[in-house]
């Protein structure tokens, strides 16, 4: 096996070594599989209970991509606005960034007061979380524009809204993609922690159901689960940033 | 004797007021007058003020006294007629070369209201400046594809493409090797003896400066002045070999005198 080769396949060959250890020193150490279940157990409790965790994982999907969704379109406005104008950058941004510092778990039980048990206060708890990464890139995209390339715009008589759609915005898509790929994995923590105070539903709600029943080994799944679905879309994003933006790449791809 | 091209009289400019009010101007007394088609050099030591000369001949600043007229037309903002290329080439990366070139036509008008139903046509013409620099077949190439001269040469395309009345050029050979800076001298020589339009160069090399233009300033630093006016009367066309001759390097020695003085002035602490 070549180099190449076994770059491409180590992530894969790290995961079956970690699940073999483990296996390994729950079955030798004979640990209670209400401590901390084997991956035997954990894939023998996915199966069994299949139907009910298919059921939460579209729930926290669907509800992750919602609030996913409000993200991106209010993380590309608000960093739009604040990276193309320098008043709006210096007002906004320290709020942002104090907003930033705050716990999203801590918005929870106000958003179930105002909001209900259910889909509401998970989909804002993702939607809050994920999309300050994004607004952040698409300034930076748009506030480091080089001075010499505006120059040579504004010397043609070009407008700000010209030097923003020609240049600002093309330039920003590697930082937007790219912010994607983390706002993502950061939506599915958001949703999770929401459910499992404030829904009935999803994957955050079986967690706290399953553990407190004793039942780690459907708990653990559900674990799995979230990371799956995180892990999966996050390689999605990474394909979509790839193939749009190759420009930004050629380094690692091309030559 | 026609009206100049070019008309800068008595021109100041603080970049604020703050250092306006003490009396700190970047640039200072400028009093130019260029004739159509000339082209101009400015050479100086670094942090000279030439970019900011630069800077007010296209409009992107306004002087603080004095007064500008291009074209016998008073200087208020950006001038539309003119084109600029840097040292840096800063194409757009996500642009094909030619797709670089055509950007300012997407800009300025009248072409900018015309380029979809003319884009053919504007193609053609971008894709025979390129030939004209060397470039013909790298049209579909992209920037990061072609080496730093090409992306220069491609550069200056763009700063071609709207058929400006003058061009200005920033140090624009200062990153390249002696034998690709020489090639691109000899581009620049034949675009302009075949169009005609006003040239500034602004320049830290001596040699590029006499090799090309009709007339070479020497800036001061600090603040940025005119010190030296000096006419380049080798006759044209000029050819590389021109370079090697007792008359140029007369003419190279002779300004660096010039700079060394001024180096030495501005070398006494304040």
New interface residues.
């Given amino acids: 096996m070549n180099n190449k080769k076994l770059q491409a396949w180590s992530p894969w060959i790290l995961l079956v070594a970690v699940i073999a250890i483990w296996q390994v020193l729950c079955s030798a150490f004979n640990v209670s599989e209400f401590i901390f279940p084997s991956p035997w157990r954990i894939a023998t409790q996915t199966v069994e209970y299949h139907e009910v965790i298919a059921g939460h994982a579209w729930r926290t999907y669907w509800v992750t991509m919602a609030g996913f969704g409000i993200a991106i379109v209010v993380g590309v406005l608000l960093g739009f606005l604040i990276g193309s104008s320098r008043l709006a950058y210096t007002a906004v941004y320290p709020l942002m960034t104090a907003f930033n510092a705050l716990p999203k778990a801590a918005f929870v039980p106000i958003l179930v007061v105002w909001f209900g048990i259910g889909i509401g206060p998970a989909i804002l708890t993702a939607f809050l979380i994920s999309f300050f990464p994004i607004m952040v890139n698409i300034a930076t995209g748009l506030a480091t524009l080089e001075p010499e390339l505006e120059d040579v715009l504004r010397v043609l008589g070009a407008k700000r809204w010209d030097v923003l759609v020609k240049v600002g915005l093309p330039r920003s898509m590697p930082y937007f993609y790219g912010s994607l790929k983390v706002a993502i994995t950061l939506a599915f923590v958001g949703t999770t922690v929401s459910e499992m105070t404030a829904a009935n539903e999803g994957i955050g709600y079986l967690l706290i159901s399953a553990g407190s029943a004793m039942q780690m080994g459907l708990a653990f799944s559900g674990l799995v689960v979230v990371g799956a679905m995180a892990m999966l879309m996050y390689e999605l994003f990474s394909y979509i940033e790839k193939h749009t933006t190759a420009w930004a790449h050629r380094g690692t791809n091309n030559h | 004797m026609t009206a100049p091209f070019i008309d800068f009289k008595d021109v100041w400019l603080a970049y604020n007021e703050e250092l306006q009010a003490k009396g700190q101007y970047a640039v200072e007394a400028i009093d130019l007058k260029v004739q159509q088609g000339e082209f101009i050099a400015i050479v100086g030591p670094s942090g000279c003020g030439k970019s900011t000369f630069m800077?007010l001949a296209?409009?992107?600043n306004k002087p603080s006294k004095g007064s500008i007229h291009i074209d016998q037309q008073p200087v208020t903002?950006?001038?539309?007629i003119?084109?600029?290329?840097?040292q840096?080439p800063?194409l757009?990366?996500?642009r094909t070369t030619l797709d670089n070139v055509l950007?300012?036509l997407?800009?300025?008008?009248p072409y900018r209201s015309q380029f979809k139903q003319r884009r053919p046509e504007f193609e053609q013409r971008a894709l025979a400046l390129l030939d004209k620099v060397g470039l013909g077949g790298y049209g579909d190439k992209?920037p990061?594809q072609l080496s730093g001269g090409m992306q220069q040469r491609a550069s200056i395309c763009?700063?071609l493409i709207?058929e400006p009345k003058m061009l200005?050029l920033d140090e624009p050979f200062g990153a390249l090797d002696a034998f690709t800076r020489e090639e691109l001298w000899c581009i620049l020589r034949d675009l302009w003896t075949e169009q005609r339009f006003n040239v500034i160069l602004v320049t830290h090399d001596l040699r590029e400066s006499v090799f090309l233009a009709d007339t070479v300033y020497v800036m001061s630093k600090g603040p940025g002045r005119f010190m030296v006016r000096r006419e380049i009367d080798l006759p044209r066309p000029r050819d590389l070999e021109i370079t090697y001759t007792k008359e140029f390097t007369d003419v190279v020695h002779e300004l660096r005198g010039h700079i060394g003085a001024i180096r030495k002035t501005s070398a006494v602490p304040t």
């Fill in positions: 800077k296209t409009g992107l903002g950006p001038l539309k003119s084109g600029m290329a840097f840096a800063s757009l990366p996500w950007l300012p997407e800009i300025v008008e992209f990061w763009r700063a709207h200005l």
